[in-house]
């Protein structure tokens, strides 16, 4: 693995400024790589961060990519990592007119990266210098502890899907609101209309006077508000304070509630178990939003690879090659779903409505098919309106907000289904149905969406850990619960509670329907045990 030369870092610092012209947003300090296939290969496990910590799992994904490399030979174009510099990763045989090309999907993944509510600060930080640091920490806990740091490792990531990412974006956000924002939502609220149950008249009266100081004084409007409540209301502040306690317990994930509370943690002789669960956290946090926005990220990442290749004069001669190599990444295939080609075509569609005024109330109106096939209306440049989409948007809100019947009358999609035809004895795929809804649908289900488990404080005690499973239409994957929950056992340092709920079909006068069960599972000393609710 070397840096690139001279010439190919030229290539790239000109299509910095060429992507920079047309909109794009991003740290002009970067570091690229060439790489063989074999550094591929075995970077793949860590998700292309060499200073990943070791883990044995890695070193088994790195036979079998090696395996199926044997069978099915490939070269990779390249790998971007989202870190501070950004770090990118390059085949060592790709021609400059490729490399030109590559450069321009990297810098769209760069700019998506770092301009996406969803990875917010996740990039800021040198995240390589984070996990050599953590890399060196773990091995001299290794040395120390041995083979009891590996079993907490595994421990800890059989619990990593379920971090509370969400609350910990939310916080994000919150940290750059005002100082009283937090007290402002408690005392409307909360305060007011649960505690001191005031008429609604009283309620208004308090809401004007807020925006009497507020306009009265920007900067000092809350403070002098708040100073006149705690006047009148002496036990404001303590009732405030139980309550941010309280909901802070509520936010936390299991994970972090295991940090915090766990009695065998506590233990002396157990607390360096608290720093390797810390770098499993962290880890997991920082790939989180690469795992929710995979769609959007190499649609955009695609689209502007497209739209900046062509412009650039470098295409020349290579007209061919670039149909032939953007057809491969972006095709629709007929069976499968290809995020590539999933995103790039709704980043044209979306292009499409923006620049013919059809993201409006009147469009919608429409009705009649041919009104709205006929409907353009020009409303200037849409690219303003797609970066503003790639700041606030991920997977599930761009899918549930633009895939319509439109989008996919246009690209001619549909969702198909495996069945067996029995004369001939072979699996057959047919089309299921052309209607936007369910192929919506199919694409929302091959989301990341791990489940909704969370610690209940109010049943959890040093002896018990008490999670709820909210139901959400999906069941737990049975074989990894007993698994998982002795993992936490080990962490907590006592008995384990898991209420959830299952689904099973039940044909009932020849009418199937679905019935749910709730349960929880115990794990007490290694043994797990199921009782119905």
Request: glycine share 4%; aromatic share 14%.
């Amino acid at each position: 693995m070397t840096l690139i030369s001279q010439h190919v870092k030229s290539i790239m610092e000109e299509c910095k400024q060429r992507a920079a012209d047309e909109g794009l947003s991003f740290d002009r300090e970067t570091l690229e790589y060439i790489v063989t296939n074999q550094d591929m290969l075995e970077l793949s496990p860590r998700m292309m961060i060499p200073t990943l910590y070791d883990y044995w799992v890695q070193d088994v994904q790195v036979l079998q990519e090696k395996g199926k490399y044997r069978l099915y030979p490939s070269n990779p174009y390249e790998t971007v990592i989202n870190t501070r510099p950004a770090v990118s990763f390059y085949n060592d045989n790709n021609p400059d007119w490729l490399n030109v090309m590559i450069f321009y999907h990297v810098l769209g993944h760069i700019d998506f990266f770092q301009n996406n509510t969803f990875f917010r600060d996740t990039w800021s930080d040198d995240f390589l210098g984070k996990a050599r640091a953590d890399k060196r920490l773990i091995n001299r806990l290794r040395s120390e502890y041995g083979r009891w740091v590996d079993y907490v490792i595994e421990f800890a990531r059989g619990a990593d899907n379920i971090l509370g990412f969400y609350k910990v974006l939310s916080g994000l956000h919150r940290n750059r609101m005002p100082l009283y924002s937090h007290q402002m939502d408690f005392y409307f609220d909360h305060f007011l209309q649960n505690i001191k149950k005031v008429s609604h008249g009283e309620y208004l009266k308090n809401l004007e006077r807020y925006n009497q100081l507020k306009r009265e004084s920007a900067s000092m409007g809350e403070s002098l508000f708040f100073s006149e409540v705690k006047t009148l209301y002496p036990e404001f502040d303590s009732l405030y304070e139980k309550f941010l306690q309280k909901k802070h317990e509520q936010n936390r994930d299991v994970l972090e509630y295991i940090l915090h509370h766990s009695p065998f943690l506590e233990k002396e002789e157990n607390r360096w178990m608290r720093s390797v669960i810390h770098v499993v956290r962290d880890t997991g946090l920082y790939f989180d939003p690469q795992r929710r926005d995979h769609i959007f990220n190499e649609g955009w990442a695609s689209y502007w690879h497209e739209r900046l290749f062509l412009k650039d004069p470098r295409i020349g001669g290579h007209e061919v090659d670039f149909a032939r190599v953007h057809a491969r990444v972006t095709s629709l295939p007929k069976v499968g779903l290809n995020p590539y080609a999933v995103g790039i075509r709704l980043l044209e569609y979306i292009e499409d409505l923006a620049g013919t005024g059809r993201l409006s109330w009147e469009y919608e109106k429409l009705q009649n098919i041919e009104e709205r096939r006929r409907y353009r209306k020009k409303s200037g440049d849409p690219t303003p309106y797609l970066l503003k989409l790639r700041e606030d948007f991920c997977d599930f809100t761009l899918i549930n907000r633009f895939v319509d019947q439109d989008f996919v009358n246009r690209y001619r999609l549909f969702t198909v289904e495996k069945r067996l035809n029995s004369p001939r004895q072979i699996w057959e795929y047919v089309i299921r149905s052309r209607k936007a809804e369910d192929y919506r649908q199919m694409l929302l289900d091959s989301l990341w969406h791990p489940p909704d488990i969370r610690v209940d404080p109010g049943r959890s005690d040093e002896n018990t850990l008490f999670l709820i499973h909210r139901d959400e239409e999906k069941p737990l994957i049975r074989e990894y619960i007993p698994p998982t929950m002795m993992g936490l056992e080990f962490l907590w340092g006592g008995q384990v509670r898991l209420e959830t709920t299952e689904m099973y079909y039940e044909n009932e006068n020849q009418v199937t329907k679905l019935v749910k069960i709730p349960v929880c599972y115990t794990m007490k000393e290694r043994k797990i045990s199921r009782r119905q609710l």
